[in-house]
């Protein structure tokens, strides 16, 4: 096997670990959006929730004598509770008496609100975070995977697959359903509109601290801003796929990582260095405004026609 395809293949499975976390975080968009209508732009946040709380719970869970993975099970509690307490305090006031605008910038503040929250709590500067878990290399012919990168895409897709069997087959899944298709008529059928959306801010947000359990595993550390070009490219991924479509936000966020990954491995060195890196983030973005002048209701959307 060549060196060129050796590298090509690491960065498939580089795309795929990362696109994982964009896809869990993207599911958090697209549920909320589902549902209640709203961009979320705070839920980038939960996941910088979610890395502070795996900080400062797994030297708990060591010294427990359990593995500093179970932290999670803690994050994902602190996410889901800061997920609900948003939604109840900011969100659901606006939803009664606000329109589509003044929950965007509601969205948009907690977001500001939350980071600055954390500055001041944390401070500014970049806490590491401990080993999660450690798996052991693998290796194919002359392929060398890192063990880390196999178990977060299998975490992830673990995850994405129960969620969907959830939405598919339990009664709340099934009540989130018909919230999203016509809430009027669901309230109607007996389903509590209410709990529903409150349920669908939980999972969500403890979607968000098993995206930073993946995110902190590859790059350890907390900051009060963490989430916050995470969740941008997360929405992108979301808009990619096809806002409000379970699928299209799994979909989308793997194809997000695959373009990041390839970009950023190839492009630099296609142009001697002069444009780095950083020029992926500039391609997803410009992905976005592509979809969105092609195909705004992304792959897996339906064009609806609006009557007038």
Not at 13 to 29: D, E, F, H, P
Request: charge should be positive; aromatic fraction near 8%.
């Amino acid at each position: 096997m060549s060196d060129q395809l050796v590298t090509f293949v690491l960065q498939i499975l580089n795309g795929l670990k990362i696109g994982s976390v964009y896809a869990l975080v993207a599911l958090g968009y697209t549920m909320v959006y589902g549902i209640i209508k709203l961009i979320n732009f705070a839920h980038g946040d939960f996941i910088m929730v979610g890395s502070y709380a795996l900080l400062y719970t797994m030297p708990i869970m060591v010294s427990m004598g359990m593995p500093a993975w179970m932290a999670v099970v803690i994050a994902i509690a602190i996410c889901a509770l800061v997920g609900i307490t948003v939604e109840k305090v900011a969100y659901k006031p606006v939803r009664k008496k606000g329109n589509n605008m003044s929950a965007l910038i509601t969205a948009i503040a907690m977001s500001l609100f939350l980071e600055n929250l954390a500055q001041t709590i944390f401070g500014a500067a970049p806490k590491p975070v401990g080993t999660i878990f450690s798996f052991p290399d693998m290796v194919f012919g002359e392929v060398k995977i890192n063990g880390n990168t196999i178990l977060t895409i299998i975490i992830g897709v673990s995850v994405m697959i129960a969620l969907q069997f959830f939405v598919k087959n339990t009664k709340l899944g099934k009540s989130m359903r018909a919230v999203s298709e016509d809430g009027q008529a669901a309230v109607l059928m007996g389903i509590n509109k209410n709990r529903t959306i409150t349920m669908t801010f939980a999972i969500g947000s403890g979607l968000a601290a098993v995206a930073s359990l993946m995110y902190c595993a590859s790059y350890p550390q907390a900051t009060p801003t963490i989430g916050a070009m995470l969740g941008l490219k997360a929405f992108v991924a979301a808009v990619l796929g096809g806002i409000g479509i379970i699928p299209g936000a799994m979909l989308g966020g793997i194809v997000i990582g695959l373009v990041e990954s390839l970009s950023k491995a190839y492009i630099g060195d296609l142009t001697g260095g002069v444009i780095t890196s950083a020029f992926s983030d500039a391609i997803v973005f410009g992905i976005l405004i592509i979809v969105l002048l092609v195909k705004p209701s992304g792959i897996l959307g339906k064009n609806v026609g609006e009557k007038v």
